[in-house]
């Protein structure tokens, strides 16, 4: 069974910095694409970034500037680098990942909380 476990999310300060983990594992598939969500109270669910498994990444007009994804496709994980936290990032973020059958999987969500 698959199960993604995220990790890193916390309370900072308007311009600090987190970095949110999170690892894969029980996959018989290799992991195409990992990406990281976020949803905000009373907000959808919206992407923050995305990267391929060749490396390839996607930012948000959000995200772009002020945060970093990476993978390590031997470890199946995949990191999101926050920095220049603003209050408006505040929201439960969320690790996906697609598999190359094609179906998707959800982490449990970590709170991240930026503080004015």
């Known amino acids: 069974q698959v199960q993604l476990v995220e990790s890193g999310g916390g309370l900072v300060q308007a311009g600090g910095s987190l970095r949110l983990s999170c690892a894969a594992s029980?996959?018989?598939?290799?992991?195409?694409?990992m990406d990281w969500y976020r949803q905000a109270p009373g907000k959808q669910r919206e992407l923050v970034a995305s990267?391929?498994?060749?490396?390839?990444?996607t930012y948000t007009k959000s995200s772009a500037g002020r945060f970093t994804i990476s993978r390590d496709n031997a470890k199946n994980t995949v990191d999101l680098q926050m920095n220049s936290l603003k209050p408006e990032d505040t929201a439960v973020y969320y690790c996906?990942?697609?598999?190359?059958?094609?179906?998707?999987?959800w982490g449990q969500g970590t709170q991240v909380t930026v503080s004015s």
């Open positions: 990267i391929s498994s060749y490396g390839t990444t």
């Open positions: 996906r990942i697609i598999l190359e059958n094609g179906r998707d999987y």
């Open positions: 029980g996959s018989p598939f290799r992991i195409n694409t």
